[in-house]
């Protein structure tokens, strides 16, 4: 997906915060896919704005919790949008042209530890569970970024986001976008060595 292609909602609240959330990482793996030397200032400059825009968005949550208080946030909610708005400009104007240095297409291989059986009984959606695991386990999934040993996972039907860093990921256990709640968060780590892609599943939780 093109960064600044997708509209983010006009007002933070409760519900669409994982969607807001889903954006920001979304960016957040856009700009740290340009990461070279030659960009590496620029770079930083735009995650440091970034991890501030996800602060604020945190806040605004938790605010959002109290509609009566959250009225007296609407300049703070204006000033966040603002701002998501101007890294995008910034990032298609000095970023985005940026070639990506070619690396392995996909990694070789993928392994999924952690406990899936205790995670499956969490959610109660076994057939959506497996599904993600399948998809999971294929190397064709993950698309290399500049940054050596990390991988954007692209699984069919089911969205992942960058929660941390660049190999720090949640996926919707639900196919589709819709009506989702339950998250699968991972963590991944690249072996070099062999090649290999090391997925681990560290909780399984609903998201609002």
Not at 129 to 151: C, H, R, W
Request: hydrophobic share 30%; aromatic share 8%; charged share 30%.
């Amino acid at each position: 997906m093109a960064i600044g292609n997708r509209k983010m909602p006009e007002v933070v609240t409760q519900q669409n915060l994982a969607e807001i959330y889903g954006m920001l990482g979304e960016l957040n793996t856009a700009i740290r896919s340009k990461n070279n030397p030659a960009t590496r200032k620029e770079v930083e400059t735009e995650l440091k704005l970034l991890s501030g825009l996800v602060g604020t968005c945190k806040q605004l949550g938790n605010d959002a919790k109290d509609p009566n208080y959250f009225k007296s946030r609407m300049g703070a909610c204006k000033e966040f949008y603002e701002s998501y708005n101007k890294l995008v400009k910034d990032y298609k104007e000095k970023l985005e042209h940026v070639e990506v240095a070619e690396g392995p297409s996909s990694p070789d291989k993928v392994t999924v530890n952690g406990d899936q059986g205790k995670f499956k009984k969490q959610c109660g959606l076994a057939a959506d569970f497996d599904d993600l695991i399948v998809e999971m386990k294929k190397p064709a999934n993950y698309a290399p970024t500049s940054v050596a040993g990390q991988f954007t996972p692209r699984f069919n039907k089911h969205e992942a986001h960058v929660t941390g860093g660049g190999n720090e990921w949640k996926a919707y256990v639900e196919k589709g976008t819709k009506n989702t709640k339950w998250r699968l968060y991972f963590t991944t780590k690249y072996h070099e060595q062999d090649h290999s892609l090391e997925i681990k599943l560290t909780k399984c939780q609903q998201d609002h």
